[in-house]
């Protein structure tokens, strides 16, 4: 009976690897650089592997103080970038690969701790089902999400189990991976804290925990690790320190930074339209599966997921910045909890009619699966953005974009940025054009204004809206 439990487990494991190949790695490639943070990634780390200063990240020749997160996420890019070479691919291979840990450490914590392979498994088909977790800024893009979102998924998860024993190695493990949270994301890797504060108070543990030296030495090595990272900034990039209030912790709170109207239910909202499908509804009922099981270590965990999926809801819905992907870190225990939730009711049911639930859980998984790989196979929507139409130039390798400048009027466009790097080729405003220059440029407004103040000739037109002149005079 073992061996067929082990071979069991042995199918499983290869399903979902070739969901998650499916869900995140196919086609992972395909798409050019999205705006905004994906295009400044890259050439953030294009730039780390081009002047080998691995502490302070770039943008366009200077220190990057708009994009002032820790640099955890662009070392990877840039160790990808020197191991497969400078792609898309590469630039997104870390964030797929994280979220493909993220589901398998959901399955294997499920089968290990919880002892239920099946909300293992079904969990783990639930985020793969999901529309939010693979989509855009998280799964299959070259962003930060993906990693924070193991990280802090892990250090829940290692925090959890140190509550069960307060076992020191536990803790020191949740230290490490909170730490790692925090130089992935600045602020966002603590924002599960609230909810660990609220758990630690149900357990009645905190008193213990905070009479515990091997706790305050814990967290103090964590402290002086991160301090490490941002003194050194400061001393290497002055302003640092500042610009990481004003940016990341400060100013996205208070300030509504390029998020429109959006009201405190937008993430219920777009979670319930499409980001969670409708898993989503069985969140706020989940609680009730902790009176369903007797199983001591499921009803703690119920609770726990609990007050950090709604703690942090909460606190993202209360932000004046909204962004779709910072609902990111919900997914995992949002998906455990609902997984718990419907193998407990699945538990409760006689043995001869489980197969019409399973049999309705089947036909939705596969639904939403299967809109997914829709959705990732696409034709690129955003293909008509000047911004995205770079990418699309320099695959075109009939085209010799040799000795050409780029020219784009607004500033903010970072996949132009990164392209022309990668290819060699350097940037100008419209003003300092001079005479002889060959300019291309992919922008409506830009060429208008470039043919309106010189005499240009075409030598090249993608027929996608990309331009390449030659500036003969003014």
Request: hydrophobic share 45%; aromatic share 16%; glycine share 6%.
């Amino acid at each position: 009976m073992k061996k067929y439990v082990i071979y069991l487990d042995y199918l499983i494991v290869f399903c979902l690897l070739i969901l998650c190949y499916i869900v995140f790695f196919h086609h992972l490639g395909e798409f050019t650089l999205r705006l905004w943070d994906e295009g400044r990634n890259a050439t953030n780390a294009l730039e780390m592997v081009k002047n080998k200063n691995i502490f302070v990240t770039y943008f366009n020749g200077s220190p990057d103080m708009w994009n002032v997160k820790p640099p955890l996420h662009i070392w990877m890019v840039a160790i990808f970038f020197k191991l497969f070479g400078v792609s898309e691919l590469s630039l997104r291979l870390p964030s797929a690969i994280s979220a493909t840990i993220t589901v398998f450490v959901m399955y294997i914590f499920s089968s290990k701790i919880l002892k239920n392979k099946w909300i293992g498994l079904l969990g783990s088909l639930i985020i793969l089902s999901s529309m939010g977790f693979p989509d855009t800024h998280i799964g299959r893009t070259g962003d930060y999400d993906a990693l924070l979102t193991l990280f802090t998924f892990v250090g829940s998860i290692y925090t959890f189990l140190y509550f069960q024993k307060l076992n020191k190695k536990h803790l020191y493990l949740a230290g490490l991976f909170w730490t790692l949270a925090i130089l992935t994301k600045s602020i966002a890797g603590i924002l599960l804290f609230p909810g660990i504060l609220i758990f630690s108070l149900y357990s009645g543990k905190i008193l213990k925990i905070l009479k515990d030296p091997i706790f305050w030495k814990t967290a103090l090595v964590s402290i002086l690790t991160i301090s490490a990272y941002f003194v050194c900034r400061e001393l290497l990039n002055h302003g640092y320190i500042q610009a990481v209030l004003n940016e990341d912790i400060f100013g996205r709170y208070q300030k509504n930074i390029g998020s429109g109207n959006s009201n405190f239910l937008y993430y219920w909202n777009l979670m319930a339209s499409f980001r969670f499908q409708k898993w989503i509804y069985f969140v706020p009922i989940s609680i009730v599966a902790y009176f369903g099981t007797k199983e001591k270590i499921i009803k703690q965990f119920i609770v726990f997921s609990y007050c950090l999926v709604i703690s942090y809801l909460v606190i993202i819905s209360k932000s004046a910045t909204k962004q779709l992907w910072y609902d990111a870190q919900i997914y995992p225990l949002a998906s455990l909890l609902v997984a718990t939730f419907i193998i407990l009711v699945i538990n409760k049911i006689p043995l001869i009619l489980r197969i019409f639930p399973i049999l309705i859980l089947c036909f939705y998984m596969q639904r939403y699966i299967r809109t997914n790989i829709a959705y990732i196979h696409r034709p690129d929507l955003d293909k008509q953005m000047s911004c995205i139409k770079y990418g699309y130039l320099f695959r075109n390798n009939s085209i010799d974009k040799t000795g050409f400048i780029g020219v784009h009027k607004e500033t903010w466009c970072s996949p132009m940025q990164f392209y022309l790097k990668s290819n060699g080729l350097t940037t100008k405003t419209i003003e300092n054009i001079s005479i002889g220059d060959k300019v291309l440029t992919c922008d409506g407004p830009t060429l208008n204004e470039i043919t309106q103040n010189y005499h240009t000739t075409k030598i090249f037109d993608d027929k996608n809206g990309c331009i390449g002149l030659s500036v003969q005079a003014l």
